[in-house]
């Protein structure tokens, strides 16, 4: 018979031993992870079949684990909380479930009465938001986390790529995956703004860049959504707020990390290009349909069947010559934290190396970060972060227009009937030129990007509750780029004699510094006198930012070896530079309160001023508040017998004011071209030489329209959302969020006579609603652990206002239209395809051009004028998607460990066009999907248009349509990891205190309906002048000393 009591004594354990003695009966006592155990006299013979109950000291438990540890015997408990197990005295019991701290039971008689206590964990669980901590229990604001475990045994290379489908409502597009440069783009809760969309990144209470960070030095990550979250951070906060915390020192003698991977790359899909005989057919095709002399005979043809002279009649695949062979991929990681109450420390050092799918791209990147924390006396604590990021990137480039672009761009154009190389050994040459002889001549862009963060802190408590903080932050940059082009010369096969020559050689020489100088003074009280807690912050921030650069451009050197500036020819070069400064200056606050552990209030607000504008409108001031309930606590809710199954219920909701000021040029790590730090302002710019008295002197004009009434863009954001949990097993969490950013920053049309751009104007107005959910479970199955976290959201983005127009193109594929979203296709509805000249001749409308007939697209009238011009065009889909999903799962069974992520995207369309289809002409080859085209005589149900080679009627480019946009739907195994933790008694023999081996691959499978050959992921309006995605295969090890 089990039996609950209470005892008060002292040396309890001792003390009912001894009463127990000869009694038959035994006694359990945990308590918050500490266990008395029992030594009986009588427990040295062997007993069978040991049963017990399990409670946490009011109700049964059932569905625990119970494992004899070192065995395979478990069970786990009934409804009632009882169970029974083949054990024998001496056996040690593992109990154990989600929600309970685990507890490890010596048997030392028949039966067992445990009692669990619950695992406060998720109750004091804390998440950082902006300037301080605050328990998940108690955040009123959609504010959601992921630790340092969420990132572990990934080959991702950047941040974005580590937290892309883990935070609902935030929307990640990995468009490249070009070593250095594979950072993606970033938007949380949609598209609000055509300007600086991009969200806040702080790191370590500083605003920073995450492109800078080691992903194995980050502790945790927080994502502020709303406005009552993110208005502490006001005129920056409008695209919401991305907090990084990096890893700090702890108690106990040094310990020393080693983590580490190596593998390789691969694009994850290319397309398929025609070979030399099926691209002569088609041309020949085209050329018959418009009437003219075909361009191979039939011997031609029968040549590139045949393939029997390469120098005649090639069949070159550009694409196995641009990606020869896999990319090379390694990470090297070493980390030591340790400390004593007084003085804390962590340092790491990190290094990653990258090798391209192609010739000459690569990345090398060198991390050092280092945290010290030291208590200096009971009130004053000092904290010191210094972190260097040096990084390397080698980027080929060609002659034709200088960039890596272009090289992709070739690749997927030059036909197939043009050779690489001669049996001479002289380059083939057709078009743009020859992308592989471009890469053969190691033309580079050497990039070195120096990034420095110094952060220091001191905090003194001045009395009980009463925290004053001083903070300065100092952050340069120093990008360096030497890009020189060579000449390349092509020679006639026959004759040998010189022909093309793509040219000059140059050398471009740039260089980009900048600082930012941060102070913050942060005045905190925290008190809790009975059911009242309060939390005040009260803050100052003056930021100043500096940046200047300098470029210098020569030609014509004597050879492409000599690469040095001043052997280029004075003759054509330019010299460019300049600077700029911008000043923001910040009050904010903030209060907290929490009445009984179950009412929650919060308020902030936040004063900025900036450099950037004049007048009333260079300050503004940004306020929000939210509220919660946790209805759980209610003694209602106690009673109602939910509690049996439900352990948080909070209800919460808030509104706040966000602002933005930065336009899209302005970024920290190159500069702008434009004068859009200062649209507020006249600027005068240097450089505008004029004459006078028959010489050239130097000056300078205004170059940009200022607007002395410009004023902030302003966005209010609304949400309401609730936390549920089911005896922590079961986690939900849901949110509906509305957002208006009014006064949005655009240039309104001026007339030609005016001289200078178009004047910067608070012009439009753009909403973005929608629902995210997230759903976590844990469990556990004997010695099977299992989690599952999955997060969906539905994103409406819609324009409300622009310009006082209904509708404004933007470039060739978009429009700004209202009620669509901001990035908008924009083109012609196709109705089919003309299967006979008949049929459009009878249609009564007049296509694009007057050569229409069978085997043309069929567009809509949509006016009904009888003609297909540009008033027919109408909204076709959008490249933001409306729906984003993660799935994560995690299984654990004795030493193994196996973790899927799948991540994806739903109603999102992208647009192909130019060389990422192929057109038909001879300057360009056609993909294969041109196979199935329209042909009177043999195909007449052809899905595709007949074949042209000049195309207007039929082209993405000059007619674009929704015949062209593809659905870009798509669902990824973004990460598998399979991993072997090798037991202690093997570590033990070297050493050490723990190794890991593990397996992952990024990026493997792809699910989509996308074009075949290119990723969906693929920029929204691509020609095929890309770095590919890549997916990657690596075997780490982790090692701790």
Request: glycine share 10%; net charge neutral; no cysteine.
């Amino acid at each position: 018979m089990i039996k609950k009591f209470s005892i008060k004594a002292p040396f309890k354990p001792i003390f009912l031993s001894l009463l127990l003695t000869g009694t038959g009966s035994s006694a359990l006592i945990v308590k918050a992870g500490s266990m008395g155990k029992i030594d009986y006299s009588y427990a040295r013979h062997l007993q069978q079949g040991i049963r017990g109950k399990v409670t946490d000291g009011t109700n049964p438990l059932s569905g625990v684990t119970v494992i004899v540890k070192g065995s395979a015997k478990a069970t786990s408990t009934d409804a009632s909380g009882n169970f029974s197990i083949d054990a024998k005295v001496g056996d040690v019991l593992t109990f154990s479930s989600v929600g309970y701290e685990p507890q490890e039971v010596k048997v030392v008689g028949a039966t067992v009465s445990v009692q669990l206590i619950s695992d406060n964990e998720a109750l004091e669980e804390v998440v950082v938001v902006g300037f301080a901590r605050q328990k998940k229990v108690n955040l009123t604001g959609a504010v959601q986390a992921i630790s340092s475990k969420d990132l572990e045994d990934r080959p991702v290379t950047n941040v974005s790529s580590a937290i892309q489908g883990k935070f609902a409502g935030v929307t990640i597009s990995q468009n490249s995956g070009q070593p250095g440069k594979d950072n993606g783009t970033i938007r949380i809760r949609g598209l609000g703004t055509i300007n600086n969309a991009n969200p806040l990144v702080i790191v370590d209470g500083i605003e920073s860049s995450m492109n800078n960070i080691n992903p194995n030095d980050i502790e945790n990550i927080s994502v502020l959504k709303d406005g009552p979250s993110a208005a502490i951070y006001g005129s920056k906060a409008a695209n919401g707020v991305i907090l990084i915390t990096t890893k700090k020192g702890g108690n106990g003698k040094p310990q020393l990390n080693y983590t580490g991977y190596a593998g390789i790359q691969d694009p994850t899909r290319l397309p398929n290009y025609m070979d030399s005989y099926d691209h002569a057919v088609i041309l020949n095709e085209a050329l018959t349909n418009e009437g003219k002399a075909i361009r191979f005979s039939e011997a031609d043809l029968q040549g590139f069947k045949s393939g029997s002279d390469p120098d005649k009649y090639p069949n070159t695949d550009w694409l196995d010559l641009l990606y020869q062979g896999s990319g090379f991929q390694q990470s090297h990681n070493l980390q030591v934290t340790g400390g004593t109450d007084d003085v804390k420390y962590m340092a790491s050092a990190g290094y990653l190396g990258q090798k391209g799918v192609i010739k000459i791209a690569a990345s090398d990147r060198y991390n050092l970060r280092t945290n010290i924390g030291a208590k200096v006396s009971e009130r004053l604590n000092l904290d010191l972060g210094l972190a260097y990021n040096y990084q390397r990137i080698d980027e080929p480039v060609n002659p034709y227009t200088g960039d890596m672009a272009q090289i992709f761009r070739q690749s997927n154009r030059i036909p197939s009937f043009i050779p690489y190389k001669y049996s001479n050994g002289y380059y083939g040459y057709y078009g743009d030129g020859n992308p592989i002889a471009w890469l053969d001549m190691g033309s580079v862009d050497k990039m070195i990007n120096k990034h420095t963060q110094v952060n220091f802190s001191g905090e003194f408590k001045i009395m009980d509750g009463l925290k004053f903080k001083q903070v300065v932050g100092f952050q340069p940059i120093d990008n360096l780029s030497s890009k020189f082009v060579k000449d390349i010369q092509y020679y006639d096969n026959t004759t040998g004699n010189p022909t093309s020559k793509q040219g000059p050689n140059n050398l471009t020489v740039y260089n980009f510094q900048s600082e930012r100088l941060t102070f913050q003074s942060l005045l905190t009280y925290d008190k809790k006198i009975g059911q009242h807690q309060l939390n005040v912050l009260g803050g100052f921030m003056d930021e100043t930012f500096k940046a200047d650069y300098s470029s210098s451009y020569r030609q014509n050197f004597l050879n492409n070896d000599l690469s040095e500036i001043n052997l280029g020819d004075v003759d054509g070069q330019r010299a460019e530079g300049g600077a700029k400064k911008l000043i923001l200056r910040s009050w904010f606050g903030r209060v907290n309160y929490v009445f009984a552990d179950k009412y929650l209030l919060e308020a902030n607000v936040r004063h900025d001023g900036t450099s950037r504008f004049l007048g009333t409108h260079r300050w503004s001031t940004f306020p929000s508040f939210s509220a919660g309930w946790r209805i759980s606590q209610e003694e209602f809710f106690a009673n109602s017998g939910l509690a049996n199954s439900i352990s948080e219920f909070k209800l919460r909701g808030g509104w706040g004011k966000l602002g933005n000021q930065q336009l899209a040029a302005t970024t920290d790590n190159n500069y702008p071209t434009d004068d859009s730090y200062y649209p507020g302002v006249f600027v005068i710019s240097p450089g505008y030489n004029y004459p006078f008295g028959g010489v050239t002197n130097p000056g300078g004009a205004i170059v940009n329209s200022a607007n002395p009434v410009l004023a902030w863009e302003s966005t209010q954001s609304t949400n309401i959302g609730f936390d549920l949990n089911f005896k922590n097993n079961l986690g939900i969490v849901v949110d509906y969020f509305d957002r208006i950013t009014d006064g949005v920053l655009l240039q309104l049309p001026v007339s030609s006579l005016y001289g200078l751009p178009a004047p910067t104007q608070n012009a439009g107005k753009v909403q973005n609603n929608g629902i995210e959910v997230q759903l976590n479970y844990q469990g556990r199955a004997g010695e099977l652990k299992y989690s599952f976290a999955v997060n969906g959201s539905y994103i409406n983005n819609q324009i409300k206002q622009w310009k006082n127009t209904a509708a404004e193109p933007n470039g060739t594929f978009y429009v700004y239209q209202q009620g669509s979203p901001i990035r908008s296709f924009y083109g012609y509805e196709t109705l089919g395809i003309y299967r006979t000249d008949e049929e459009y001749k009878n249609s009564g409308v007049k296509g694009v051009n007057n050569n229409v007939g069978a085997g043309d697209l069929i567009y809509k009238d949509q006016n009904g004028d009888g003609k297909i011009d540009g008033n027919d065009r109408v909204y076709l889909g959008s490249p933001d998607p409306k729906y984003i999903f993660g799935l994560t799962s995690n299984l654990s069974y004795k030493n193994f460990d196996l973790s899927l992520f799948f991540q994806g995207a739903a109603k999102v369309q992208g647009y192909l066009w130019g060389e990422a289809i192929g057109s038909i002409s001879g300057s360009d080859k056609p993909t294969d999907i041109y196979a199935d085209r329209f042909n009177a005589n043999t195909n007449p149900n052809g899905s595709m248009p007949r074949a042209l080679t000049s195309w207007t009627q039929n082209s993405p480019l000059s007619t674009p349509s929704d015949f062209w946009i593809q659905n870009a739907s798509y669902l990824r195994l973004k990460n598998i990891t399979v991993g072997y933790t090798i037991p202690k008694r093997f570590v033990d023999k070297i050493g050490i205190k723990g190794a890991k081996i593990y397996y992952s691959g990024q990026n493997l499978l792809t699910f989509t309906g996308f074009a075949k050959g290119f990723d969906p992921e693929t920029p929204a309006d691509s020609r095929g002048n890309f770095y590919p995605q890549v997916k990657t295969n690596v075997f780490g090890l982790n090692v701790n000393f």
